[in-house]
């Protein structure tokens, strides 16, 4: 019934009602919120509805159609029932805090970052499963002190010394030290998810539209 709508509310040229979309802590704080802003200004009679989620569930909730659209953390996999398209590039650094003892070593590899703990995203997200696939591909015991979904809290917590981890470059700043580890390339992508079969109203194509000019840097 909701998709008959979206179809019959299509066939105009208004664009305006309600979009309900989801998006990851990381995306809606860091990426999402000049191209929202944009939206907002071009379209002020659409009433946007977002719900903060980790990539892996509004994955499951657009699969449900909970959502018209989620700005994620692209998965690892193709899901066949999903359209996903790439908007931001997030290579990732190995980092420590500038007095943790990796960050005195003049040469590093998995082996030496093995030997001391981790503060990781849960290894059972996309971000975490990029970095344990390099451990596993050597052998190596990846040893996460604490998991958290929340990249800010991580960046804290390896800021005050408390483990190395892999963070966005673009969330790297004087608290931390950039270690060059040149086994661990961890390049993730950010982007845009909806479903196939699933006709977007006017208000979702629109924010889809504006994404895309934001990946070709219009």
Same mark, same amino acid.
């Given at each position: %019934?909701?998709?008959?709508? +979206?179809?019959?509310?299509?066939?105009?040229?208004?664009?305006?009602?309600?979009?309900?979309?989801? *998006?990851?802590?990381?995306?809606?704080? +860091?990426?999402?919120?000049?191209?929202?802003?944009?939206?907002?200004?071009?379209?002020?009679?659409?009433?946007?509805?977002?719900?903060?989620?980790?990539?892996?569930?509004?994955?499951e909730a657009l699969m449900a159609g909970e959502y018209?659209?989620?700005?994620?953390?692209? !998965?690892?996999?193709?899901?066949p029932s999903l359209n996903a398209q790439i908007i931001?590039?997030?290579?990732?650094?190995?980092?420590?805090?500038?007095?943790?003892?990796?960050?005195? %070593?003049?040469?590093?590899?998995?082996?030496?970052?093995?030997?001391?703990?981790?503060?990781?995203?849960?290894?059972?997200?996309? *971000?975490?499963?990029?970095?344990?696939?390099?451990?596993?591909? +050597?052998?190596?015991?990846? *040893? !996460?002190?604490?998991?958290?979904?929340?990249?800010?809290? =991580?960046? %804290? %917590?390896?800021?005050?010394?408390?483990?190395?981890?892999?963070?966005?470059?673009?969330?790297?700043?004087?608290?931390?030290?950039?270690?060059?580890?040149?086994?661990?390339?961890?390049?993730?992508?950010?982007? =845009?998810?909806? +479903?196939?079969?699933?006709?977007?109203?006017?208000?979702?194509?629109?924010?889809?539209?504006?994404?895309?000019?934001?990946?070709?840097?219009?």
């Open positions: %019934m909701s998709d008959a709508e +979206h179809e019959l509310r299509s066939i105009g040229e208004t664009i305006g009602g309600s979009l309900r979309i989801a *998006t990851s802590h990381h995306v809606g704080l +860091h990426h999402l919120p000049p191209v929202l802003r944009d939206f907002s200004n071009r379209y002020p009679d659409v009433s946007l509805d977002i719900d903060f989620l980790d990539s892996e569930q509004a994955y018209e659209l989620a700005v994620v953390t692209l !998965a690892l996999k193709d899901y931001w590039p997030d290579p990732c650094v190995v980092v420590a805090a500038p007095d943790h003892p990796l960050a005195q %070593m003049p040469e590093l590899d998995l082996p030496a970052l093995a030997k001391y703990p981790a503060i990781l995203p849960d290894l059972n997200t996309y *971000t975490g499963r990029l970095i344990k696939r390099e451990f596993d591909a +050597h052998n190596l015991k990846l *040893t !996460a002190k604490l998991a958290t979904n929340f990249l800010e809290t =991580i960046k %804290m %917590m390896a800021g005050v010394g408390l483990g190395w981890s892999v963070l966005p470059q673009t969330l790297v700043d004087d608290s931390l030290a950039e270690l060059p580890v040149p086994q661990l390339r961890v390049v993730r992508n950010l982007g =845009i998810i909806y +479903h196939r079969n699933r006709t977007l109203s006017n208000a979702a194509n629109a924010l889809q539209q504006l994404l895309v000019k934001e990946a070709r840097g219009l």
